[in-house]
């Protein structure tokens, strides 16, 4: 029997409401219980869950929606009390805050008049709208927010680069600025090389080695994913690296891209060779032969890392970084059990998975993702779970293991399956305690593996610091502890996994080149100047929980309780821009 | 439209609130100023217009007190006819200049403030507090009701309106707002100190007017038991200014905010005198002893236009004394009130700065966009009255303007402009 409860004018963020369910989902008796705002969009998951009823049909996007399915009546009290108690918990847990909470951009900025950018994670039918507001009001733009059209991309990036301000994305997953984590971000230590980069987990994995080689980031600034597309044609990647060229704190600049349109990647390189600093960039997927000049190119994330960091002590650039002895002594499998599956929290972690899996199949460097696989052929399986396949209505991997746990469960089930590949990311955002939370999960796989008579491996990676909020060694503990076996980064997790079953990667030594430098104009209007040399003031217009990361670090913060304009009323939406 | 924006519209109606000048004036009977109350059996009414059958109880009962004290019944069945066979003409209070508390039932020899607005040169009328219990304005009609009546018309009232004779120019409101302010009132449901600085102000002139010195006690004793005294004179005061504010005839400013028990009504700059109406909700609070939520009767009065002014509710941070009382949960309930307010007002008056919000001043202005746009609907400190008639006050707490009615402007004003 299903059962719906309306809670009109009840607006709570999607985050919330997905742990909520996660929580009411674990009720004894319940089949089946989804909370959300009953947004159009909301209520096609709905009715994919099979959970569409008609008192849902009546609800407004402004209004929250529990529907159970159960068969025994009483338990929906049950659910309803427990939500309440949720959403009271959360008032009260937010009740001593360090931050002023508004509800709109005029006492936003009146509570903090020397903001210079507002960080944005309303769903993204919004965003552009937000984005424009902000940009309107002079501010910086961190756009956490995904599903915007390319063309409001564009839109957006356009007019920020004529008032002189960045939009950093939309689906910019993380930054780093001024040693202030942004979003999902882990908490380095603050130096002189600067990161600009379209990809979340890309930059994560650099900055978190560069930290634990005992170097630091100055300013690490997130692009978006489609910034080096060529529609959007890199124009914060371009006004990213100017920036940080004009700041006088970094000493290296490290460039993080998947494979770019040819004539934006030409148009990106030509102004790195007019750069004054060393340069090291990677574009995934691009398997480098040489260093040209100032700009020293990479293969894996790791080498990125390590190479920012020799140029930044001065130190002579290897050919390779990549090379090393990535054996496990006393591999045993049985016939026909060769296959690696991976399976990602992080997409860029994923990606750089699939590019040596392909390279050592022989495959080539160049990858594509299809249908949530960003690699699959011959029982090799590299799973980036962050996909918008898997994400539909659901927390993203990083914040719940649900999803990754089936994952492990089924590949352990698989009597191809040799070695599992994780990745653990550390940092704001992510879980207290992703080992922990998927140990059971590793547990139950090992011992299936081993009551059919195999041996199982699974090889991980955690991508941290000692200074994030989780605890770094202890996850690496607590992973060896259950037979993991645990390599300082994804490259050589990936090496070792691939090693297990019989793969290498060969690598190229690189020599180095030298090119004529070119003469780009690498002048910066003065917000972003002063954006690089400022610490940052932040309207959080979205998300509560990512002001964590900003108090704790003590930036100036406002929390902006955003809500859908006139409650997603259409009619009034339209009036009220007509009044303006 | 004579203004190149509707924020500029907005910014030249609440420079017409900050720049007001009310002065209390005098006390006199209500058809000496209204002069619809000479024409026939006529009884103004609080909130937007309203029929006799749609009257909620407490209203119906003031209409049967409110004939009774005229002497056009003799008593309550008498009245019920009369009142139910269409005698007696019904006309909200703010159509003539005026606003009544709770049923806001006004007849023509009940003696009404007289504010004038000395910067636009209007003025407002409200009846006088009659105290709390069993009141008129809850509905109630007994014969302790119309014999207080009957005193405040024949004592009370001329001696406040000789005491105010003998002042030089009447009483300056701004003044004894701006420091009531600071000694913890919001004017709505909490005016002790501003009636103890009304009582200041006038009773050395009490003291000199020719009257029988049992009457003059009467009169002193009165005002100093009646904590409420002010809240009449505030909502004369909001009335005055608001409706000099009005004349600007652009832009989103919510100029009127009024229950009649069954709708709502506001009244925004931009669209002069009309009504934009939605059902009221019903306050939630505290009540008395013996009395519930049950008891309730749904939200009615003119006094929102203290919201409308800026105080009352949107002023809650001023009084922490009576958030327990309208049912929040303290010193930060209240702060968190006057906060979400602020974002539905376009600025704050400077003129009535409240220490306990680091002299902020209070809300200035509601602009009928932010609250659809927010979501956010003003919030009103409000009296709970007894669904019966004639019950009387039985709680106190808080209420929500419905939204309904600000949509209902906004497309209304966009129509005016041609914008669809």
Known sequence: MIHTIIKKNSYQDSINLMLLTNEVSAIEGINKVQVMMATPANKDIFKGAGLYTDELETAESNDMAIVVDTDSEEKVQEVVDKTEQYLKDQSISGGDQAFETVRTWDKAIKTLPNANMAMISVPGQYAAEEGHAALDRGLHVFMFSDNVPMEAEAELKQKAHEKGLLVMGPDCGTGILDGIPMAFANVVKKGRIGIVGASGTGIQEVSSIIDRLGEGVSHAIGTGGRDLKDPIGAITMMDGIKALENHTQTDVIAIIS????????????????????????????????????????????????????????????????????????????????????????GGTLASETAVLLSDALGLGTSITNEDGY???????????????????????????????????EQSAQDEKTAVILLDFVLGYGSHDDMASALLPSIEKAFAHAKSEGRELYIVASVCGTTSDPQDYQGHINRLRDAGIIVKDNNNEAVRTALSIVGLHVDDIKKAHVDVPAT????????????????????????????TNALTDNNAQVVQFDWRPVAGGNEKMRKILSLLK | MQYNSIDEANRAVIDRITGSAPFLVDVVPAKSKIKELNEGKVLLHAGPPIKWDDMTGPMQGSCIGA?????????????????????????????????????????????????????????????????????????????????????????????????????????????????????????????????????????????????????RHEVIKFLADTDQFFLNIMMATGKAVLDGARQIEEGTVVTAMCRNGKDFGIRISGMGDEWFTAPVNTPQGLFFTGYSQDDANSDIGDSAITETFGVGGFAMIAAPGVTRFVGAGGFSDALSTSNEMTEIC?????????????????????????????????????????????????GAGTVRAPKECFEKALEAYAKKLGLI
């Open chain 1, 258 to 345: 998947k494979p770019p349109a040819k004539e934006v990647r030409d148009k990106v390189v030509d102004l790195l060779h007019s750069v004054s600093k060393p340069v090291v960039a990677i574009f995934l997927g691009e398997k480098p032969e040489q260093h040209e000049g100032n700009v020293y190119q990479a293969y894996t994330l790791a080498e990125t890392a390590q190479i920012a960091v020799d140029l930044v002590r001065s130190n002579d650039i290897k050919e390779d970084y990549n090379a090393g002895d990535y054996d496990v002594e006393g591999v045993t499998l049985k016939e026909g059990q060769n296959a690696v599956k991976g399976l990602f929290s």
């Open chain 1, 374 to 408: 960003v690699f699959k052929k011959d029982g090799h399986e590299v799973v980036d779970l962050g996909d918008d396949k898997y994400t539909q209505g659901k927390p993203h991997p990083m914040i719940d293991p649900e999803t990754r746990a089936k994952f492990i």
């Open chain 1, 519 to 546: 003469q780009n104009d690498l002048s910066v209007s003065d917000q972003v100047q002063a954006f690089v040399n400022e610490r940052p003031s932040i309207i959080n217009v979205g998300l509560k929980s990512f």
């Open chain 2, 67 to 215: 004939s009774l004290y005229e002497g056009w019944a003799a008593n309550e069945e008498e009245a019920e006819k009369m009142l139910a066979g269409g005698e007696v003409k019904f006309i909200p209070c703010h159509h003539v200049n005026a606003v009544g508390p709770m049923g806001g039932i006004t007849s023509a020899n009940m003696p009404v403030f007289v504010v004038e607005n000395r910067s636009t040169g209007n003025e407002a009328y409200c009846i006088m507090n009659e105290g709390i219990g069993k009141v008129l304005r809850f509905g109630a009609y007994s014969d302790e009701v119309i014999n207080r009546l009957k005193w405040m018309q024949d004592v009370l009232a001329p001696t406040i309106a000789k005491a105010l004779k003998l002042t030089d120019d009447g009483l300056n409101l701004n003044v004894m707002i701006a420091k009531a302010i600071t000694m913890g009132d919001e004017f709505h449901q909490r005016n002790i100190a501003a009636s103890l600085i009304f009582l200041k102000e006038i009773s050395p002139y009490i003291v000199q007017v020719d009257m029988d010195e049992k009457e």
């Open chain 2, 346 to 394: 376009i600025d704050q008056n400077s003129n009535f700065t409240i220490p306990t919000w680091d002299f902020q001043g209070t809300c200035l202005g509601i602009d009928a966009r932010k609250v659809v746009e927010t979501g956010i609907e003003p919030v009103i400190n409000t009296g709970i009255a007894h669904k019966k008639a004639g019950l009387g006050q039985v």
